[in-house]
């Protein structure tokens, strides 16, 4: 199996994520369907407690993957807090018997 460049990035969200996303809930939720339609997002979604968004994201490295992040309405309004990208082998339809 070949793996391709992914990456696992989890952003935090802030105390009052429920009060401060929803002002720009639309804009995110535009800039992952561009991810997701791009095949640039593996996929995309928050933790069911809401101390988290999840992503899988292609991208040529680690500092790639975080200015996708970095260029969601979240980060730029501080709806996230931290964000934090680690390398991850994604076995996908793509990768999955492939040498």
């Known amino acids: ?3 391709e460049p ?5 952003a ?10 929803e002002p720009h809930r639309a804009a ?5 369907r561009a991810l997701l339609a791009a095949g640039t997002a593996l996929i995309a979604g928050a ?6 968004s999840v992503l899988v994201l292609r991208a040529a490295d680690a500092p ?3 200015t996708l992040v970095e ?4 980060w730029r309004h501080g709806v996230w807090t931290a964000i934090d990208v680690v390398d991850y082998l994604a076995a996908t339809a793509h990768t999955i018997g492939r040498t």
């Not at 933790?47 to 988290?52: I, P």
Request: no cysteine; proline share 3%; aromatic share 12%.
């Open 28 to 32: 995110h939720l535009a800039h992952v």
């Open 6 to 10: 992914t990456y696992l990035v989890t």
């Open 64 to 66: 790639a993957a975080r």
């Open 47 to 52: 933790r069911a407690d809401l101390s988290a």
């Open 12 to 21: 935090t969200f802030a105390a009052d994520v429920v009060v401060r996303r």
């Open 1 to 3: 199996m070949r793996f």
């Open 71 to 74: 260029q969601d309405p979240y």
